[in-house]
Each structure stands twice: as structure tokens, then as C-alpha cells.
């Protein structure tokens, strides 16, 4: 894997990304909410892709990782514009978008304004909509009033926050309640011991897309995070699978 590169966006953000170039489908990897490319899943996916010479792109969101910028200034629209500015200068041809958790929410964005250089999907216990299922009403009201929300991190020793430009543009970008205007064969991953993210709402998600080439996968001893050894290779068996699909 080549080392870490810098892209600059027009507004001076210098976004962080590796890309192992290759065949294609390119594969982009899009982490969960304050992750960055360096997780387990991410890693995994690269090393396997350049393998076996298929094209791979990792990034950090900005806020994130390697990236510059404040993560209070974080959004799905910001991310989401990071992404596609990425795929347009470094990736050429058609590519399959994988998300993990809030990243499974942003590949729909990504994957609604690629069009036609959408080759496939495939989520990872997906989040979509989390900033209106995923909050009470107590929150809600909070984050609309302009305070940050802080819930505990099961996975650091710092509180996790969401800030009220988040919430406000997450509100804006819900998708499971009409269709999904996404036409590409989708997989979805999700674990039904996941204390974060039900795994109902990866079925909600099979239901709002508009493509018939829909599989939806439970494991059901699986969790959130799904980075266990097994989880993996079910990822990287999805992943091959879709490959050579489309």
C-alpha cells in the first residue's frame, strides 16, 4: 500500500488518502463516526485488494485521522463532497463503495451522485438516518438549540460527541423513508448482537433501495464493529463476490 497522500480541497482542507491502484472496480472504504483508515476492516480490505491487483482507495474524513480541519465542522455533506473530490482526481473507471456504520450512510450519498460509476455497494452495519432514530427527543431538542450532545464511548476513554451541524445536516440528508434512488447490487452486512445500530434498520435499508439486486446477510453472533477474524473474511468473501458480479 503506497503511503499516505494529501488532497486539497478548494477551500485549503487537506484531506488524508491511500490508493493502491489497480484493476477495477476500485474499491473505496468508508469508515464509521470518528474512525479514520487505519481500523481493522479498512487495513484488512486494502492489503487483500492489492493482492489480488484490484484498486483501492482509503481516506480520512476532515476532522478525522490524518486530515485537517476541526471535527465540529464535520457533516455527511462535507464528508460526502471529500469523497467524491477523492474518486473524481485519483480513481479512474467504475467503483464499489463499502461503509461501515455512518460510513454506510454516507456511501448512499456517495453512491446517489457517482451514477453511472457506480459498479456496487456493500454496508456494514449501515446507519442511516441514526441522527433521528438514534436520538431522543431530549437530544433533539439540545442539538437543535445549539449544545453538543456527548454519549459514552464504549470503544475509548473519551465521550463521543455530536455536534449540532452534524445533527442539523444529518436531518437534512434521511433517507429510509422513501425510495432510495440506487439501482446497483447492494450487500449488506450487519450483526444482530449490535448494541448500536439495530440491525432492523439494515432491512429497512434493503427496503428503501430501488435495486432488486439487494442481498441482506445477519450474522448472528455478530456485534457491531463485526472485526473479528470471521467477520472479515465474510467481508472480503462479499466483496470478491461483487467483484466479479459486476
Request: hydrophobic fraction near 40%; aromatic fraction near 6%.
Amino acid at each position: 500500500m503506497s503511503d499516505t497522500q494529501f488532497h486539497t480541497m478548494p477551500d485549503g482542507r487537506r484531506i488524508a488518502f491511500r490508493h493502491s491502484p489497480g484493476a477495477g472496480p476500485t474499491l473505496v472504504f468508508l469508515p464509521g463516526y470518528m474512525s479514520d483508515m487505519d481500523g481493522g476492516k479498512a487495513t484488512a480490505l486494502v492489503a487483500w485488494a492489492k493482492a489480488r491487483g484490484q484498486g483501492c482507495l482509503l481516506l480520512d474524513y476532515s476532522g478525522c485521522g490524518s486530515s485537517g480541519g476541526d471535527f465540529a465542522d464535520g457533516t455527511l455533506s462535507r464528508w460526502a463532497e471529500e469523497v467524491l473530490a477523492l474518486i473524481d482526481a485519483h480513481v479512474e473507471g467504475r467503483v464499489i463503495v463499502i461503509g461501515s456504520s455512518m460510513g454506510g450512510w454516507l456511501m448512499l450519498l456517495v453512491a446517489i451522485a457517482l451514477g453511472e460509476r457506480l459498479a456496487g455497494l456493500v454496508g456494514i452495519a449501515s446507519a442511516p438516518d441514526f441522527t433521528e432514530w438514534g436520538r431522543s427527543d431530549e437530544d433533539k431538542a439540545k442539538l437543535r438549540a445549539g449544545e453538543t450532545v456527548y454519549d459514552p464511548n464504549p470503544y475509548g476513554p473519551e465521550p463521543t460527541p455530536m455536534h449540532p451541524g452534524f445533527f442539523a445536516d444529518g436531518q437534512e440528508q434521511r433517507l429510509l423513508d422513501g425510495e432510495i434512488a440506487i439501482d446497483a447490487p447492494v450487500r449488506l452486512l450487519h450483526g444482530q448482537r449490535d448494541a448500536d445500530v439495530p440491525w432492523q434498520i439494515s432491512m429497512k435499508l434493503a427496503e428503501a433501495l430501488r435495486s432488486d439486486a439487494v442481498h441482506l446477510l445477519l450474522v448472528k453472533d455478530g456485534d457491531h464493529r463485526l472485526s473479528r477474524e470471521q467477520d472479515i473474511a465474510l467481508l472480503l468473501r462479499t466483496v470478491e463476490s461483487l467483484s466479479g458480479d459486476v
